[in-house]
């Protein structure tokens, strides 16, 4: 039986529901290991010494993109009919913080090697998708005492699903754009840039599995690539 419509019914409700989610309580896992290489086979985090983890840990902030409908407009007796034909997803943008690291790769630099392998600048050599796109996974984080210390996959993808409200995979994501990294002698703050991530699909890896099968599968056939 929903609760008052009052402050005492709002408080009572978000606490049934864990209350709200905080904007701070993210975590992004770019799984680089999962068959990112040259045209040489080469493995992307062993050569530059950058995997998932780091990269999880430079991590400033990100947006969710959207998922968008299109539609097209059937005349009925001259009256527009809005109707859904396919999805539409935007791109991923994340923002990470600039390492000073000297003895190795910083993470700025990581990002420009990726950008070359799809596109070598020298040769004009293209890689093939296959060996450029990795699974990105993007979780927000309910502080409980079972949420895991270590970062990987699970905060996104597997394992106890208690600590994530919200568990997002993205499919097939690359490196679009390496965006700009403002240098000014009047700051002293960190350096942030963003990278902006194409990707084919994003799917609610929680729910997802049980609620697609819901949908249309008898009538009319739109595309699913």
């Known amino acids: 039986?929903?609760?008052?419509?009052?402050?005492?019914?709002?408080?009572?409700?978000?606490?049934?529901?864990?209350?709200?989610?905080?904007?701070?309580?993210?975590?992004?896992?770019?799984?680089?290991?999962?068959?990112?290489v040259d045209g040489?086979?080469?493995?992307?985090?062993?050569?530059?010494?950058?995997?998932?983890?780091?990269?999880?840990?430079?991590?400033?902030?990100?947006?969710?993109?959207?998922?968008?409908?299109?539609?097209?407009?059937?005349?009925?007796q001259n009256i527009p009919n809005p109707m859904g034909y396919n999805l539409q997803y935007s791109d991923l943008t994340i923002n990470f913080l600039l390492d000073a690291d000297t003895n190795g790769m910083t993470i700025w630099s990581f990002f420009n090697s990726w950008l070359n392998m799809?596109?070598?600048?020298?040769?004009?050599?293209?890689?093939?998708?296959?060996?450029?796109?990795?699974?990105?996974?993007?979780?927000?984080?309910r502080q409980t005492d079972k949420l895991p210390r270590n970062v990987d996959s699970s905060f996104g993808a597997s394992g106890n699903a208690q600590h994530k409200p919200v568990s997002v995979k993205f499919h097939d994501c690359f490196p679009k754009t390496l965006g700009q990294a403002?240098?000014?002698?009047?700051?002293?703050?960190?350096?942030?840039?963003?990278?902006?991530?194409?990707?084919?699909?994003?799917?609610?890896?929680?729910?997802?599995?049980s609620i697609v099968p819901r949908g249309a599968t008898n009538s009319v056939v739109g595309s699913n690539q």
């Open 118 to 141: 799809i596109v070598n600048p020298v040769t004009a050599y293209v890689g093939y998708k296959a060996n450029y796109s990795c699974p990105i996974y993007v979780a927000t984080i």
């Open 40 to 76: 040489n086979g080469k493995d992307l985090a062993v050569a530059t010494g950058i995997g998932a983890n780091d990269l999880a840990l430079q991590v400033q902030s990100v947006e969710l993109p959207t998922k968008a409908l299109l539609t097209k407009e059937i005349f009925t």
């Open 1 to 36: 039986m929903a609760g008052n419509y009052d402050i005492d019914g709002f408080v009572t409700h978000m606490g049934k529901r864990g209350g709200v989610a905080k904007g701070n309580e993210f975590v992004v896992f770019i799984d680089v290991g999962k068959g990112v």
């Open 182 to 209: 403002a240098l000014d002698y009047s700051a002293s703050d960190a350096i942030k840039f963003p990278v902006t991530f194409a990707i084919r699909s994003f799917e609610d890896h929680r729910w997802d599995t």
